[in-house]
């Protein structure tokens, strides 16, 4: 690209640590999906007010109360993710099948034999799948593309001395705190870019030459391809308390243990004119350990209505990240007439890890069911997630405080709506639907790409979420007072955009000036789901 005379600030990235995490690494790491028991998933999620299903000590733990015998429940799942990309009018699909284990758990019902104050409390244990990262993806294009990923490099490098980015045997720049990017780093050392001279701290792409009248002019770009990889999950251990009063008032509490393991791979090339090409693989595994608490309470105002409502604190992670990347390029050029060629790779060390903390938003559950008889039920549930307190901390308890500035300017609670209905067929046998809808908590500015986002690390590319439709349906049937089995369908649709490198922009002027061309991707998550449950 040509030459802009804007110096970037050195330390870009998040304070100027290379791997100190960005506001869609704590969003990536916050989010949850529905999932629960069939009997949860068939009727939307919808039980913050409904009660009795394990699933409710993730949500509002009062719904333990509502259980008059002890139970023991499990649940596996088979979900196909169809995640389909579309990238200036080139379009791919990819597809990923998972066979998982969702939840297992016990509770135990103990009665008082009072009629009145405290008739039961309840305790629960269950393991709970909150999340599933594993979906491949890819975006493919064969040409129209206006900016190459070694402009991107070598704007971010803006600021940096030339002299201090290369790699040799006596020096190596990722030892060098100063420098803290480690993408202007990699991509110096594979050849993305060149410098003006050796004391100037501005770059241009290498791929380009000099025209018929002595301007540069940057080769053309035939295509480009990302290819991404994810593989992981949200688990969570619950312990469980809950008390009946009355058989008007039903609280609770859950404490819970939560387990992350995120694995990403990821591959990037260009193709420009004349054989030259650029390529940029990425590996990462994130690891944290957290805890938090839940509380809840319903209510039964009359017996066919109740009301709920419910705090989930946040989650307080330990995390670690380990990555490494690699990079290289195939250039030919003229060199006082004569056609030369230039290959060079470079890669990041070799175990190269970060510790860090992270707290998740917390949430607050309003619910309301209305029991229609002893034939149906309809349920509401209305979520409100405040992704707006999402933090990043060091391990010593002082705050990422450029990261958690971003969160604060570019995140806004999250609305989930949940509605959720069943209806016995016979004693035995019953169906559900249902449907739940998330927003997006991204502000429009940064949903729109009118802001830039500071990548950590070697990985340029992001996605940008723009919200999340599920549709349910169930059946359950009770082959015994005791044995029951249900099923459960849920078709999700989640909308994002994907950005193989960010949007650059000068000051407060809207326009940027180096545009990232983004694909529209919808990942399309098809889940049935088995339950099986035994009452004593």
Not at 170 to 197: F, H, K, R, T, V
Not at 237 to 248: Q, R, T, V
Not at 308 to 327: C, F, H, I, L, Q
Not at 502 to 525: H, R
């Amino acid at each position: 690209m040509k030459r802009i005379g804007i110096i970037m600030s050195v330390l870009a990235l998040c304070g100027g640590t290379a791997f100190s995490q960005s506001q869609l690494d704590a969003f990536k790491y916050s989010q949850t999906e529905l999932n629960g028991t069939a009997r949860y998933l068939g009727m939307g999620g919808a039980f913050g007010a409904l009660g009795g299903d394990i699933s409710a000590m993730n949500t509002n733990p009062a719904g333990l109360a509502i259980y008059k015998s002890s139970e023991v429940v499990t649940t596996l799942s088979l979900s196909s993710a169809s995640a389909k990309t579309d990238w200036l009018g080139s379009k791919v699909d990819n597809s990923r099948t998972k066979v998982s284990f969702d939840n297992i758990a016990y509770v135990g019902y103990f009665p008082t034999a009072n009629d009145e104050g405290i008739v039961s409390w309840n305790v629960g244990f269950s393991y709970n799948r909150l999340k599933n990262y594993s979906r491949n993806y890819t975006m493919a294009t064969g040409g129209d593309l206006n900016t190459s990923l070694s402009d991107y490099v070598a704007m971010r490098a803006a600021g940096m001395p030339s002299g201090l980015l290369g790699e040799d045997k006596d020096y190596n720049p990722y030892n060098n705190q100063d420098l803290g990017d480690w993408l202007s780093i990699l991509g110096y050392n594979a050849g993305y870019m060149d410098s003006y001279n050796d004391n100037d701290k501005e770059y241009y792409s290498a791929f380009g030459d000099n025209n018929a009248d002595g301007q540069w002019s940057p080769y053309l770009l035939q295509g480009g391809q990302l290819k991404v990889s994810e593989r992981g999950s949200v688990d969570q251990y619950d312990l469980a308390f809950g008390i009946n009063i009355s058989e008007l008032v039903m609280l609770g509490a859950t404490v819970a243990i939560t387990d992350l393991n995120y694995r990403y791979q990821s591959s990037y090339d260009e193709e420009f004119t004349n054989g030259n090409n650029l390529y940029l693989d990425n590996y990462l595994d994130t690891d944290g350990t957290g805890y938090s608490f839940n509380v809840g309470a319903i209510v039964r105002p009359a017996d066919f209505l109740r009301l709920g409502v419910a705090y989930n604190s946040p989650t307080w992670y330990k995390m670690t990240d380990r990555y490494y990347g690699e990079a290289g390029s195939y250039l030919t050029f003229m060199d006082k007439g004569e056609m030369k060629e230039r290959k060079l790779d470079a890669a990041t060390p070799n175990n190269a890890y970060y510790d860090y903390e992270f707290r998740s938003p917390d949430k607050w559950i309003f619910s309301a069911a209305a029991i229609l008889g002893t034939t149906a039920l309809i349920s509401v549930d209305y979520e409100l997630m405040n992704y707006k307190n999402m933090r990043m901390y060091q391990t010593d308890g002082s705050s990422n405080v450029y990261t958690n500035q971003d969160i604060t300017d570019n995140f806004k609670s999250m609305n989930t709506i949940r509605v959720g209905a069943e209806v016995k067929v016979t004693p035995q046998f019953a169906v559900r639907a249902g449907v739940a809808y998330s927003d997006s908590p991204i502000k429009d500015k940064l949903k729109n790409g009118e802001k830039e986002v500071f990548t950590v690390g070697t990985i340029p590319n992001y996605t940008i979420d723009k919200g999340v439709m599920n549709y349910t349906v169930g059946i359950g049937y009770r082959f015994t007072p005791n044995f029951y089995t249900d099923l459960a369908c849920v078709f999700r649709t989640h909308k994002e955009d994907v950005y193989a490198f960010s949007n650059m922009f000068a000051g407060d002027d809207p326009k940027p000036f180096l545009e990232a061309q983004p694909a529209t991707m919808k990942t399309n998550t098809t889940r049935v789901a088995l339950t099986l449950g035994y009452k004593f």
